[in-house]
């Protein structure tokens, strides 16, 4: 009996847990050592404070702000963003910008 409430509770607690922090934290070295310069190379051109868009992204809080908000990395993964027309970002830019966000 009490072995299985002692699994009730780590079931309980691994739920809860999910719950509580559904997202990791992307860091912030690698984003400045790697995400930003890729970033300014192909984003901000459009994604500044005078833009006008939602979503600036010439900070790393602009940037996390626009994961959160509206899926910055899917819309890189997916190639909508740059939007066509734009020069086509290399494969391994896009999964460095990916594997930042998944904090891999
Ligand atoms: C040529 C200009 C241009 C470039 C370059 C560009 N975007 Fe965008 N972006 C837009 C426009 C226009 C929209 C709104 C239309 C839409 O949602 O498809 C948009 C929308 C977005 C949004 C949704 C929030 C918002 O501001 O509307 C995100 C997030 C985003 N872009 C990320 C990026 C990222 C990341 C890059 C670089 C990898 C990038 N964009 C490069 C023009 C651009």
Not at 1 to 18: A, D, E, I, Q
Not at 23 to 40: A, H, R, T
Not at 47 to 54: A, L, V
Not at 76 to 88: A, D
């Amino acid at each position: 009996m009490r072995l299985l409430s002692f699994f009730l509770g780590l079931l309980f607690f691994s739920c809860t847990y999910h719950e509580i922090i559904p997202d990791c934290n992307p860091n912030e070295q690698v984003f400045s050592n790697l995400v930003q310069p890729i970033i300014e190379n192909n984003c901000i051109s459009c994604h500044n404070e005078s833009s006008g868009r939602p979503a600036i992204l010439e900070s790393y809080e602009g940037v996390l702000n626009a994961l959160d908000s509206y899926s910055l990395k899917e819309r890189v993964v997916s190639h909508t963003m740059p939007p066509y027309g734009s020069p086509v970002m290399s494969q391994e830019d896009i999964n460095i910008i990916k594997n930042w966000a998944n904090c891999e």
